[in-house]
């Protein structure tokens, strides 16, 4: 080896050696199912006191501002590049029901809103001059992990969800909701129909 080459290998070995070596991002094995609302009887909706003051309904037909059917919220979490589905049970195999809609919203580690989504049987949803994104059809029953929430998520950074049921006109409820974290890839016929 000519002393050039010699430097020339030395300084490539150099240059591999200080390179940073980033470790991947963790990827999750298995679903993790987290429960996130449990089950609300129907009543009517004046027998629900608290109102969401904040949120506005664009309807000419009812209350325009929703009463707080119940509320739930995950424990901090992190996506680990899954898919975040919703289902009416922890094993993935039940859908669940909403009258009239559950409104999410996405809060990082300090407990500051970064993103809202809302799913159920609705007109636009508004909070302030901002209207909340619908991430499914208009439908009071959704089937298992018909609803995906994986694009309101940040793909790195811990959140948590808060999800509120909301309701307008004649009765409120909820059937038990869960939020299933699942590994891409899992559960594919699923994902090759779309859902």
Do not use: W
Request: charged share 25%.
């Amino acid at each position: 080896m000519t002393p050039r080459q010699l430097l020339l290998t030395l300084s490539a070995v150099s240059v591999l050696a200080c390179t940073k070596q980033v470790p991947p991002a963790p990827t999750r094995s298995s679903p993790q199912a987290v429960p996130l609302l449990k089950e609300t009887a129907e009543q009517e909706t004046s027998q629900f006191e608290t109102q969401r003051d904040d949120v506005e309904i664009d309807t000419r037909d009812f209350d325009r501002t929703p009463r707080v059917v119940t509320t739930g919220e995950t424990p901090l979490l992190h996506l680990e590049d899954s898919r975040a589905r919703l289902y009416g049970n922890a094993s993935g195999t039940g859908g669940f029901s909403v009258d009239n809609f559950i409104l999410f919203e996405v809060l990082d580690e300090k407990g500051k809103v970064v993103s809202r989504a809302a799913v159920g049987f609705t007109d636009s949803v508004l909070i302030g001059k901002e209207q909340v994104d619908n991430v499914g059809r208009r439908s009071f029953t959704f089937e298992p992990g018909e609803v995906d929430l994986t694009a309101q998520l940040p793909e790195s950074a811990p959140f948590k969800l808060r999800a509120t049921v909301l309701d307008y006109s004649g009765v409120g409820r909820v059937s038990d909701v869960f939020l299933r974290l699942e590994p891409r890839g899992f559960g594919r016929e699923e994902d090759l129909r779309g859902h």
